[in-house]
Every structure is written in structure tokens, then in C-alpha cells.
């Protein structure tokens, strides 16, 4: 017998496309999270998070909304593992996101914009033990991993590229697009 998963409650209700780029050698040289929040404990709105190794950018107009997702959620990120953290440099500014499962995210904030394409699949997940720091969270969406993504900062590309990987049926990649994303704590 399976035990049932743990009773939780939505905190978050929205999509979190995202692109992680990589040298040659296969370090990280960016990473980038975009979130559009339909629903939260702490409001709605949108935000973009920029990690380097040099440090961590956190741009949104709901500064509030934005430092949750970023220390909540995006610090305890599996792409982040091992990657040094800096305390986000933050700048009040809005976030414009243009999100589709056919053809992918073009989100700009600042001097930041990101590119998603090349939607290679879309498929549900789910589980009940995503770690989010000491807490284990829900998480339910739609994926679409995607061929391409570029972040660009002050009109200058990041260095690095997007990993594809898996299979013809069930492709993966460090580039991609989600929706219908429900976070449960």
C-alpha cells in the first residue's frame, strides 16, 4: 500500500519558465527565473530573478512578491545546488511577460530580457516532495522543454548555452516554459 501524500494547500498559482546557460566545461554562467504569479499568499504580479556568479539580480514591481519568490523558491532551486548565493540585488521595476506553451516566453525587466523557444514537447508533472530548504513542497504544472533560450543584460548576451537532453519522446532541457503551476506547502 502507498500512503496518501501529505494534505497541503496551493500558496502559489501562476508559471515559472526559466533558462539555465553552460560553458563548454559544463559550469553554469546564468541562470534566470521568470515568474508570472495569477495567485499567492502574497499577492500577484510578475518578477525576474538573475543569478551569476558574480551576484544575484531580483527585478519586480511587487518588491515584496519578488523577495518571497526569490528566498522561498527560486534560492532552493535544484539548478542553483552548489552554485554560491549571494543577497539579491533588488530594483523596483515592471515585468513584462509574454508566456505561450506553443511557442515559448519572451519576459524584459529593466535591462534583462529573456528569449525561450523551440518548444520540443509538453507534458504534466507532479510531485509531493520538491525540497524547498527544510520544507517539502507540492508542485503540479505543465512543462514545455524548449531547443533554445538566451538571457541578454544591458544588450549584451550571457556567455553559455542550453543543455538538451533525454529522448526524442520524452526531451529535457535547461530552457524551459511552464503554465498551469500550482505550489502546495
Known amino acids: 500500500m502507498t500512503s496518501a501524500p501529505p494534505l497541503r ?3 502559489l498559482v501562476g508559471a515559472n519558465p526559466a533558462v539555465q ?6 559550469d553554469c554562467t546564468a541562470y534566470v527565473s521568470v515568474w508570472r504569479v495569477d495567485w499567492s499568499d502574497h499577492g500577484a504580479g510578475t518578477a525576474l530573478v538573475l543569478w551569476q556568479p558574480s551576484g544575484v539580480l531580483l527585478l519586480a514591481e511587487d518588491t515584496g ?11 532552493h532551486f535544484p539548478e542553483l545546488d552548489g552554485l554560491p548565493w549571494h543577497e539579491p540585488v533588488v530594483r523596483r521595476t515592471p515585468v513584462a511577460v ?3 506553451l506553443d511557442s515559448g516566453l519572451r519576459a524584459s525587466a ?10 520540443l514537447d509538453r507534458r504534466a508533472c507532479e510531485t509531493d516532495e520538491f ?3 527544510s520544507d517539502m513542497a507540492g508542485l503540479r504544472l505543465v512543462l514545455a522543454p524548449c531547443a533554445r533560450g538566451q538571457i541578454t543584460l544591458a544588450g549584451t548576451e550571457l556567455p553559455g548555452g542550453v543543455t538538451v537532453s533525454g529522448t526524442p519522446a520524452r526531451p529535457s532541457s ?8 500550482v505550489w502546495l506547502l
Not at 535547461?174 to 503551476?181: G, N
Open 110 to 119: 529593466g535591462d534583462v530580457d529573456v528569449e525561450i523557444d523551440g518548444v
Open 131 to 133: 525540497p524547498l530548504g
Open 98 to 100: 509574454d508566456l505561450s
Open 9 to 11: 494547500r496551493p500558496v
Open 174 to 181: 535547461s530552457a524551459f516554459v511552464t503554465d498551469a503551476e
Open 65 to 75: 512578491l519578488g523577495r518571497w519568490l526569490t528566498t522561498s523558491f527560486v534560492r
Open 21 to 26: 546557460l553552460f560553458d563548454d566545461a559544463g
